[in-house]
């Protein structure tokens, strides 16, 4: 990217403005992230806008600085969906913190990549072959204190498998939310 085709990213001329304007669209784009409900495709079509201004803050002059990313990995082997859930969420909060936190595009890209990896694990989980998903919408996500009281009460009696939430009515927010990620699963696959 030449100078000038930068310029259509960045139109400052010093070094603070420049600093200043990534700053402003790093949040434009941190607070669509931590926003919106992962999809794949539409955040990996971000993460391409994000490469363009990275390409353009350099070919204006400005200096990134290096990055210290460090993977966070669930362990989703556990046999109840209620500790999939908190952990995937405790995990999930931990890499929305870590993109708003940031102010190094490398670090925001791989926080994304990282939860859109965390994202994919969590809906393996609760993945099932559905014949009917009239009605679901990837980017409709249960509310999670909705999910987690009913978690709660199933628990109460065992731990939580995804054999038992098939037994459940339709309109249940846990097979709801399992056909929402059995969906993501599917989009997922082709991106």
Do not use: C
Not at 69 to 76: A, D, E, I, R, T
Not at 130 to 143: A, R, W
């Amino acid at each position: 990217m030449t100078s000038e085709e930068a310029r259509i990213y960045f139109a400052a001329t010093d070094e603070e403005d420049l600093e200043n304007e990534l700053l402003t669209e790093l949040f434009k784009h941190k607070n669509f992230f931590i926003g919106t409900s992962p999809i794949p495709k539409v955040f990996l079509s971000r993460i391409k806008k994000l490469n363009k201004i990275q390409e353009a803050y350099i070919a204006v002059g400005g200096v990134e600085e290096n990055s210290d990313y460090s993977k966070v990995s669930s362990n989703y082997d556990a046999a109840s969906l209620g500790e999939t859930f908190r952990e995937y969420n405790s995990l999930r909060s931990t890499l929305k913190q870590r993109i708003m936190a940031s102010n190094n595009i490398d670090d925001i890209k791989n926080s994304v990549l990282n939860l859109l990896e965390e994202t994919r694990l969590y809906a393996r989980v609760w993945n099932f072959e559905y014949d009917n998903m009239d009605g679901v919408l990837v980017s409709n996500e249960m509310d999670q204190m909705n999910v987690l009281n009913q978690i709660k009460k199933l628990e109460a009696f065992e731990p939580i498998t995804i054999e038992a939430i098939q037994k459940l009515d339709s309109e249940n927010v846990l097979v709801r939310e399992s056909k929402r990620l059995s969906l993501w699963l599917k989009l997922d696959q082709n991106v």
